[in-house]
């Protein structure tokens, strides 16, 4: 069965610094991958998503990640914080076949000044 | 475009009580999935649909029920609440053909007393 695991429930970073949030995922043949970003009290919104081709990926606001398929991981990072960015990310692995979305357990950012 | 449309945003629900949460897109999409957020735990999914007059159990089924008589509507029903049915829930849409990422409505806060 699939699965994806987010290391660490709570990252801090000050404002300009480098965002890494952890993602690693189960999967016996590359699965379709994405980034989703929660604001307080709203819906999940899409950073960025991983299917096939070129393994870095571009996304909203600044961030990109990494597929490494020798890893299984895929990596959200952001060069330099801004405090808007404060939120929880999750990571979620989608199967080749099937629609079903598996999500990590989130990390939470936080932004100092 | 509307979206993915959860109603209500907030509900409070006596031990016992049934209720339906309701959903609704207009995107055309099959895959229509139910969520349910609690901290720590990041999103399990409840019940999904990969079209109209099909449903199946995610991972957390028990003491929801769901239908889904039209493309457009997927409601998720609380047969008799427990107050561990406590939490955000999220509805969420998608294409099955290519690999597209979900599409989330703004969620339910529930609360069962």
């Known amino acids: 069965a699939q699965s994806v695991t987010q290391l660490g429930s709570h990252v801090s970073v000050s404002e300009g610094a480098l965002v890494l949030l952890r993602c690693n995922y189960s999967?016996?043949?590359?699965?379709?991958l994405f980034w989703y970003v929660q604001y307080p009290n709203q819906g999940l919104q899409l950073l960025l998503k991983?299917?096939?081709?070129?393994?870095l990926v571009k996304g909203i606001n600044g961030f990109e990640a990494e597929f490494k398929k020798s890893e299984t991981s895929f990596h959200l990072t952001k060069p330099s914080a801004h405090m808007s960015d404060a939120a929880e990310y999750f990571c979620?692995?989608?199967?080749?076949?099937?629609?079903?979305?598996?999500f990590g357990q989130g990390t939470e950012l936080s932004v100092k000044p | 475009n509307a979206g993915v449309t959860q109603t209500p945003k907030f509900q409070v629900l006596k031990t016992g009580q049934s209720m339906t949460l309701q959903c609704a897109q207009d995107?055309?999409?099959?895959?229509m999935s139910w969520y349910r957020q609690d901290p720590g735990m990041g999103l399990r999914l409840i019940h999904y649909?990969?079209?109209?007059?099909?449903?199946d159990q995610g991972e957390v089924p028990n003491g929801y029920n769901v239908s889904r008589s039209t493309t457009e509507d997927f409601p998720l029903r609380l047969l008799s609440a427990a107050p561990s049915q406590t939490s955000v829930y999220f509805c969420?849409?998608?294409?099955?053909?290519?690999?597209?990422?979900?599409?989330f409505g703004q969620g339910t806060r529930l609360t069962v007393v």
């Open positions: 969420a849409s998608s294409s099955t053909g290519a690999p597209t990422e979900a599409f």
């Open positions: 999967s016996s043949v590359p699965p379709y």
């Open positions: 991983y299917t096939t081709g070129a393994t």
């Open positions: 979620a692995v989608r199967p080749n076949q099937g629609g079903k979305l598996i």
């Open positions: 995107m055309n999409h099959e895959y």
């Open positions: 649909s990969v079209g109209a007059g099909i449903t």
